[in-house]
Each structure stands twice: as C-alpha cells, then as structure tokens.
C-alpha cells in the first residue's frame, strides 16, 4: 500500500511538472528606462533588455504591480505616466522572468545582488 | 426553503450553460517549443493561433509543426502575423509584410482554418488615421489572396485610437485585456467582458477576448496567453471559412533550384495537401479521362488519390537526397497527362540553363509524353516544348539540360508527361541558373579573378583568387540552399582545396578579404 502510495505520488508529480512549469530565466542588470507596453503593461528597459512588468489585474487602477511584495514601489505615478522609483535607480538587481505565447520577458520577481 | 432550492437550481442550471457556452482558445509561439497538440485538445481548448511570422524576415520556428499538429489533434488552427509600423511605416511595406506572411502561411490556411490575425501591438510613430491605413493595407492584401477577412488582435488604447476608421466595419476584434481571470483552461470564473474602453470602435461587438497572459495548460510548458470566443461554437464555425482558399499565385525568384526534399506544401487551388514542391508550383492533370493518379507528387506519397503505389520500380527515389518528383499514373487510363507548372521571374537578362535530372525505367510505352514548356503571361499560353523525351528507356537518373532565353517575370517551364507504362516518370535537382555561371568551364568572377577548376568535377575542385595576400575563404551551399561547409586559404596561399562532395549542383560563396565578390556554380558528377 505505501509502495502504491508513493508510485502514484511519483507519477503525480511527474505529470505535474512535466508540462505546468513554468521555465524562469534571469538576468542582471540597471534599469536604464521605463516605457509603456502593449495592452497598460509597462516596460523596463535592463540595460539592453526589455522585460514586461504586468499590471495586477484584479487592481483596476493599474497602478499596482505583479511582482515581489518589497518592490511593489518599483514605479510611481506622476500624472498618468509611470516612473522609475529613484531609490531604485542606477542598482544593480537581479530579474527572474518568464516568456509568454507572445514572447514578452514577464517579470517574476526582482532582487537585490550579494556582493 | 423551495424558494432557496430553485434559486440554488437555476444558479447551477446557469452556471452550466454559461461554462458551456465558454469556447476557449490560445495562442502560441516558438516560445512554447514542441507543443502535444493531443493533450492541448484534451484539456478544453477549441482554436488556437500559431505564430507564423513577424515583419518581413522572421518565420516562426514552430509554427508548421503548430499548423499541422494542432488540426490533427483536432484543434481549430490559425495563423498570425506579429507587425512591425514602427520600422515598416509606409502602406507599400505593409502590403509587403502581408505577403512576407502569405508564404509562409498560406500553404497551410485550410478549410475550416480560423480567420488568419494581424497582430498590431507595437507602438508607431505614423498618426492614426496612416496606422488605420496601413492595418488595411495588410488586411486587404491577405483578404485577396485566400478569400478570407482577417481578425485585428491589439489593446483598448489601440482598438480607441483608431475610432475615425472603417476598420471596425471591415474586421472582427481580438482584444488583449488581461483582466485578472483564473489562469487555468476552462476558467473559473469566466472572464467579465472587456469594457467599452477596451473595446473601442467595436463596442459592444468584441468578438476574442485574450484574457490571460499566464495561463497554464497541458501539453505545453510554460506560461502561455488564453483566449475566450464572444458566442458559441456554431458561431465559431460559421466564422470560420469552411471553402477552399483562393486559389494565389506566386513567382519564385531567379536562380531557383530545388531537388524536392522538403514535405510538399498543400495546393491552395484545389485545397490537397501535400500536392506542391513549393508555393511557386501548381499541378493540374488533363487529357482523357484524368484521374488523381494523374497527379505529381514526391515519390514517397501515401496520399488516397495514387493507386497501385507499388506497381513497378521506382528506384532510386533520387539522384539528390532521399526524393524526387514522381509522375505516378497507374492504373493508367491512356492519354491523360500530369503537369506540374513552376512561376518564376526571368526578368533577369541573359541565357538562362534549365536542368534536371530524368528517370523512366521502361521501354516502348505506348502512349507516352515527356514534355517541357515554357509559358511568358503566366500560364494562359505555351510554347512548344523546348525538350522533349521519347519513350525509349531512361534507366538511371540522366542530366537533362536546355536553355531558354526568356526574359518575362511571369514566366511557367511546365513539366508534363503521359504515361501508360507500370514505371513511373520521375525528375529530380532541378536548377534554373545564369548561362554564364552553368557554362561547363572553368569560371572567372569580379574584379577578383576567382577561378574554380576542374567544373565540372569529381566531389574536388581547387578555388583560387590571383592575389595571394588576400584572405581567401568560401562557404559551399546545396541546391537548397543547406550549408555544407566553410573553407579557408592558408596564409599566403590564393586556393582552397575541397574534397569530398557527392554528385550534385553546390554554390560556393567566395568571401576575399571578408567580402563577398560572388557565387560560383559548381556541378559534381561522379
């Protein structure tokens, strides 16, 4: 009965990691620029690439972010147009991201490099 | 409490058919990798659109596997095009973007194919009222090849902006609005419907809602975009267009080769897959009685329309490679014929060298025919043939040659034969080259004097450049195009030495002092 258990654990966890995750990518780099994306997303640009920062959806006003809770501050409004936040400017960070079936670089999540 | 019962019961009987009216579709790219198409159609999704290709020089990497294994799994298909105003900005290169996208996709818009999509997410410079134009302009020319009106996939912002147009009248609207969604197949809750902002000139007509860009599915790994479809799946059928395309025609460029290796692409006149070398053909059979034996095909064909496949020999499948272009005919009704037509430019001035390998391993064949034409308007009317085969017995594959000296950039060379006999008529490494670089002789190029020596050769062959302190290097190509190797001179040598070649035509880049000073045809016979 345990052996059966843990075969079907494993085929379980097979399956389900055999097609759900998500591939991560990172890469780091200072965030030169920030511009708007297709469809209210906004776009940083890390030195020379360009990474998606999603919007969360269920915050109507656009003005909130998917991305770790400590850099949710990453942008600030200033009437209507998103900037980069200067406490975050000319830093050095790691980006972990995803690529989406529109070959968007989606962040996931940013943090600081350990010297 | 039978008051809270029928409302708990229309509750579930609503929430049943609004889930079954949910038709759920994604769309993919090469960003997905290999996609299993079987457990794509398994977890719920009914359409989905492939990406085929971005400007005017990026085909997708997957996108013919995503167009053949998606139908096969039995997933409705389409395809779109990723466009580029901000560096395309004139309406001429939005029609050249359009037939960039055409030859890659059109050999795979089917019946019943989703409506092709021009995907308009980047930002352009051009004011509104230029970018409604230029949408048009792509959308007008991919209408006129295959029959079918494409559907614009953008934003709210975009799908506003372009309020003063027609477009709304013209083309349906695909709307990216991640709208906080469940990110599963079937969603749960079902997406709200995009708002009238999101909707723009379309409001209230939306008809595709993208409304998850981190949606995961079996079958593909990653995160991938979901879609839902405004109607149900009549309505979805009935937007899809269940008739042959429109028939396109296509003119390939000069000089053109082609040994048929590559799996044929589906004739888009008559709606048969796997019926054309490339999109530059069309087949078309005639004489008595025709029937789909009539039809080439690549030799190694399963398709139903050839019969008795296996009567008679058939070897070998090529003089290049693994394949040929088969002339099948049997059982044969006497007198019918199969021609297969290649379009191409000969604007070009100058002598132009047709040749092709030939094999019919039979004797005597009553009737037979074995005839090449050429047509200048396009196919309406034929020359005599500028060579013709009799029925005497061609064993092995044998090098046909002609030239022609046409200079008309609708031009046909239409390979047609009659066949009565149980061996089948087979040709093979066709090429199409400038008379001065087929000439059987040594070759003299640019200001260079690149000599290549013996041509014809054996598989080895000396490239040499008068001038020994320029770094000489060359890249040798196949007659489709595949590169074979790269080569370079020692220092203060002017020749490279090649070796080991099989039978065939190459072309050899010759690259002095890194710069290209030409193409060199090289013939290998052994």
Request: charged share 15%; glycine share 6%.
């Amino acid at each position: 009965m345990k052996i059966a258990s843990l075969v079907l654990s494993l085929v379980f966890f097979t399956a389900s990691h055999m097609f759900a995750q998500t591939e991560t990518n990172t890469i780091n780099g200072v965030i030169k620029e920030v511009k708007p994306h297709f469809a209210g997303q906004h776009t940083l640009v890390v030195d020379e690439t360009e990474l998606v920062l999603l919007t969360n959806p269920k915050d109507k006003t656009g003005k909130s972010f998917e991305i770790n809770e400590e850099y949710k501050d990453i942008l600030l409004d200033r009437k209507g147009t998103f900037i980069l936040n200067p406490k975050y400017a000319n830093k050095l960070f790691k980006f972990t991201y995803t690529v989406n079936g529109k070959g968007w670089k989606c962040i996931k999540s940013i943090s600081t490099i350990k010297k | 409490m039978k008051k809270k019962l029928l409302s708990a019961i229309a509750f579930v009987v609503i929430g049943f058919y609004t889930k079954a009216q949910s038709i759920i579709g994604i769309d993919v790219s090469s960003y997905q990798g290999t996609i299993n198409w079987t457990q794509v159609k398994a977890a719920g999704v009914t359409f989905a659109w492939a990406k085929a290709t971005e400007g005017l020089t990026v085909t997708d990497a997957q996108y013919a596997n995503n167009a053949v294994n998606g139908v096969a799994a039995g997933v409705y298909m389409g395809a779109y095009h990723f466009a580029h105003p901000d560096t395309h900005t004139t309406t001429a290169q939005a029609i050249a973007e359009a037939n960039y996208f055409l030859s890659v996709a059109q050999p795979y818009i089917i019946s019943c194919e989703m409506p092709p999509v021009l995907d308009y997410e980047v930002s352009s410079s051009l004011s509104w009222p230029a970018q409604a134009a230029w949408i048009q302009s792509w959308m007008n020319t991919v209408k006129t090849a295959t029959g079918i009106t494409p559907i614009l996939y953008t934003d709210g912002s975009i799908a506003n902006s372009l309020a003063s147009s027609s477009l709304a009248s013209y083309c349906k609207l695909w709307i990216a609005t991640d709208n906080g969604s469940a990110t599963t197949i079937p969603p749960s809750p079902l997406p709200p419907t995009p708002s009238a902002y999101d909707q723009g000139l379309w409001n209230p007509n939306w008809s595709f809602n993208q409304y998850s860009w981190t949606t995961t599915v079996s079958g593909i790994s990653g995160q991938i975009d979901a879609d839902i479809f405004n109607g149900t799946l009549t309505d979805l059928t009935n937007l899809m267009v269940c008739t042959p395309p429109v028939c396109h025609t296509y003119y390939a460029s000069f000089p053109y080769s082609n040994s048929f290796e590559n799996t044929w692409v589906t004739d888009s006149c008559a709606n048969i897959a796997q019926r054309l070398p490339d999109i530059y053909w069309k087949s078309s059979i005639g004489g008595t009685t025709p029937n789909g034996d009539d039809y080439w095909h690549r030799e190694d064909y399963t398709g139903s329309d050839w019969t008795s496949v296996t009567t008679g020999s058939y070897t070998p499948a090529g003089s290049v490679g693994n394949h040929s272009a088969r002339f099948h005919n049997d059982p044969p009704p006497a007198g019918s014929t199969g021609a297969l037509d290649l379009y191409i430019n000969l604007s070009a001035s100058g002598t132009k060298n047709v040749q092709f390998d030939y094999m019919h391993n039979e004797a005597s064949v009553s009737p037979f025919t074995f005839d090449v034409l050429l047509s200048t308007d396009g196919g309406n009317t034929f020359s005599a043939p500028l060579l013709t085969i009799t029925s005497a017995q061609v064993s092995s594959w044998t090098t046909q040659t002609f030239t022609t000296n046409a200079t008309s950039a609708t031009s046909v060379f239409r390979f047609i034969a009659t066949d009565k006999g149980s061996h089948d008529v087979g040709i093979d490494n066709l090429s199409i080259t400038a008379g001065s670089t087929t000439d059987i002789a040594n070759i003299t190029g640019n200001a260079y004097q690149v000599t290549v020596y013996p041509n014809p050769n054996t598989g080895e062959f000396i490239i040499a450049v008068n001038d020994a302190s320029k770094k000489v290097s060359v890249d040798v190509y196949n007659n489709i195009g595949q590169f074979i190797k790269h080569e370079e001179a020692k220092t203060g040598e002017n020749t490279i030495h090649i070796t080991d070649l099989s039978e065939g035509v190459y072309f050899a880049n010759v690259f002095v002092d890194g710069i290209k000073t030409g193409t060199q045809k090289i013939l290998v016979i052994k």
